[in-house]
């Protein structure tokens, strides 16, 4: 199968990325550059947790089906639902497929407040702003390409005590598959916030593919089978006046569970993080090891400034039951995601 111009494009860009970043590194020191510190155990511990959670945003964005359903979280599952149950609005709707091919040729999911605003009897929130772009690079021919491009896309979290976490992911992602395989890029760049660890960011020039299990099946508009990922390329991470450079590597495929009601549904795999500074260097492992097990600290001292980071140390938090996706639907349109065939969207 040929890849299409666009997604060669992007590709090009993202090896440009990584010679850039490999090139240019942040972490050393130059005259009148503020030295770097060394990385501590908390900072690494940081990363490695980071770096898990943008491999579970890549894993949440493969489908049309799981991006239309990006207003779906668990915890806040009814009752604690929105105001006015449109979330997010879609445009044009219904979307215009011109090759069938299940993936629509361009359209909008715009994630407005008071909308998108979700909250529940005990006091916590969620609010989500935004627009996620989702497009066929070549929407005539009747192949299987899907980009993905976030505008702003911001979901931020308030305990009820009034401690808050936010997430605002700008980029593109665009993905190629097979009957049994996805590759892709993603050149995204994500943003946090909290009450407790300040500010940061952490940007990415990955590689990204994923083989599905056998025995699955793969459609766009449905939620990802089960199958195994791997990730690699370059990040840069900021916090406060510290950028540090990494290079991510998959050590072992990262299986993905479709079966897993939780947040994190990787059961195994390994990822390695090395710090590619001249003044410092740093390697953070980061092990999957079970469905809703999220990564936990453990030092190893074997290797002089390495840190390990497991899954196997905290246990699974409580799994909600999974319920539909809030999808805004105008007046007269489904909601449900199979939507994106003219036949269906029409209906």
């Not at 999974?322 to 065939?341: H, N």
Request: hydrophobic share 35%.
């Amino acid at each position: 199968m040929r890849l299409s111009r666009p997604f060669i494009g992007l590709a090009s860009a993202a090896t440009a990325l990584t010679l850039a970043f490999a090139a240019c590194n942040p972490d050393a020191t130059a005259p009148g550059k503020q030295q770097v510190p060394a990385l501590t155990a908390p900072e690494a511990q940081s990363i490695g947790r980071e770096a898990a959670g943008e491999v579970q945003s890549v894993a949440s964005s493969f489908t049309v089906g799981d991006l239309f359903g990006s207003a779906f979280d668990p915890a806040f599952a009814p009752p604690a639902t929105s105001p006015t149950g449109l979330c997010p609005s879609i445009s044009p709707f219904p979307p215009v497929d011109s090759d069938s091919d299940r993936v629509p040729d361009d359209v909008t999911l715009t994630f407005t407040l008071p909308d998108c605003h979700f909250a529940r009897a005990d006091g916590a929130s969620l609010d989500i702003t935004g627009t996620i772009g989702i497009s066929d690079p070549t929407p005539t021919p009747h192949d299987f390409g899907l980009r993905v491009a976030f505008g702003d896309l911001q979901r931020q979290y308030t305990a009820p005590g009034g401690d808050s976490h936010l997430r605002r992911l700008s980029g593109v992602r665009q993905l190629l598959k097979t009957a049994t395989e996805f590759t892709g890029v993603d050149s995204t760049d994500a943003h946090f916030e909290s009450t407790h660890d300040g500010s940061g960011d952490f940007n990415k020039a990955w590689v990204v593919d994923f083989k599905i299990d056998d025995g699955q099946s793969f459609g766009w508009d449905r939620h990802l089978p089960s199958g195994t990922l791997t990730v690699n390329g370059t990040s840069t991470r900021t916090r406060g006046d510290v950028t540090r450079s990494l290079e991510v590597t998959t050590l072992t495929g990262l299986h993905f569970d479709a079966t897993c009601t939780a947040e994190q549904k990787f059961d195994a795999g390994e990822l390695q993080i090395v710090l590619t500074g001249f003044e410092h260097s740093g390697t953070i492992d980061v092990k999957f090891t079970a469905c809703g097990v999220y990564p936990a600290p453990a030092v190893s001292r074997a290797i002089p400034g390495s840190v390990f980071i497991s899954t196997a140390r905290l246990p699974s938090p409580p799994v909600p039951a999974q319920v539909p996706s809030p999808v805004s639907v105008p007046r007269g349109g489904s909601a449900s995601v199979a939507m994106l065939s003219p036949s269906s969207a029409s209906a």
